[in-house]
Antibody, heavy 117, light 107 residues
Framework: QVQLEESGPGLMQPSETLSLTCTVSGFSLTSNGVGWVRQPLGKGLVWMGTIWAGGSTNYNSAVQSRLSISRDTSKSQVFLKMNSLQPEDTGTYYC???????????WGQGVMVTVSS | DIQLTQSPSSMSASLGDRVSLTCQSSQGIGNYLSWYQHKPGKPPKPMIYYATNLADGVPSRFSGSRSGSDYSLTISSLESEDTAIYYCLQYDEYPLTFGSGTKLEIK
């Protein structure tokens, strides 16, 4: 069955670079895109970016200058890197699969990231 | 960016009530709209995709509809497990955008 699992550090310092990994199973990264969605503390859902089946990426302009999404298809992993972290980046980060037609049909459980000195 | 305006922002209803949540798009997005149910400590759960299609495993009391740029999620008979925040998402244009959510509670 389709599964996604996020992993990464729970506590970060301001100005550091966040690195998260989304490990998927039950499908191929060359068949479906995977996106990252975050929920800032106490707020709603925000799409951050997507890496598509062909390897191309699209980012939300609000974080584009700080964000990079990549993948290792052999390991079935998608990576998120975001630099210059600030306390307002605190929240839960989800990876999710794009199904057809492109909506998010499967989600990981999410990983909580706290940015604090 | 496409803005999705959800209304109401919160509501409470009784068990068995028919409930409709609305999501209005600032631009045309065709049917590229989906609905998600979000409960605390859980990931969002897809409920409706392509405006009117029921996602896998979703009870038939849920339905989606569209009238122009207005999209609705309807629960025909509210059950206690339906308490959650519901978000709409447009995936027609970048950036993908979510509505601000409707918090649904049981009276």
């Amino acid at each position: 069955q389709v599964q996604l699992e996020e992993s990464g550090p729970g506590l970060m310092q301001p100005s550091e670079t966040l690195s998260l990994t989304c490990t998927v199973s039950g499908f191929s990264l060359t068949s479906n895109g995977v996106g990252w969605v975050r929920q800032p503390l106490g707020k709603g859902l925000v799409w951050m970016g997507t890496i598509w089946a062909g390897g191309s990426t699209n980012y939300n302009s609000a974080v584009q200058s700080r964000l990079s999404i990549s993948r290792d298809t052999s390991k079935s992993q998608v990576f998120l890197k975001m630099n210059s972290l600030q306390p307002e980046d605190t929240g839960t980060y989800y990876c999710a699969r794009h199904g057809w037609p492109y909506y998010f049909d499967y989600w990981g459980q999410g990983v909580m990231v706290t940015v604090s000195s | 960016d496409i803005q999705l305006t959800q209304s109401p922002s919160s509501m409470s209803a009784s068990l068995g009530d028919r409930v409709s949540l609305t999501c209005q798009s600032s631009q045309g997005i065709g049917n590229y709209l989906s609905w998600y149910q979000h409960k605390p400590g859980k990931p969002p759960k897809p409920m409706i995709y392509y405006a009117t299609n029921l996602a896998d495993g979703v009870p038939s009391r849920f339905s989606g509809s569209r009238s122009g740029s207005d999209y609705s999620l309807t629960i025909s008979s509210l059950e206690s497990e339906d308490t959650a925040i519901y978000y709409c998402l447009q995936y027609d244009e970048y950036p993908l955008t979510f509505g601000s959510g409707t918090k649904l509670e049981i009276k």
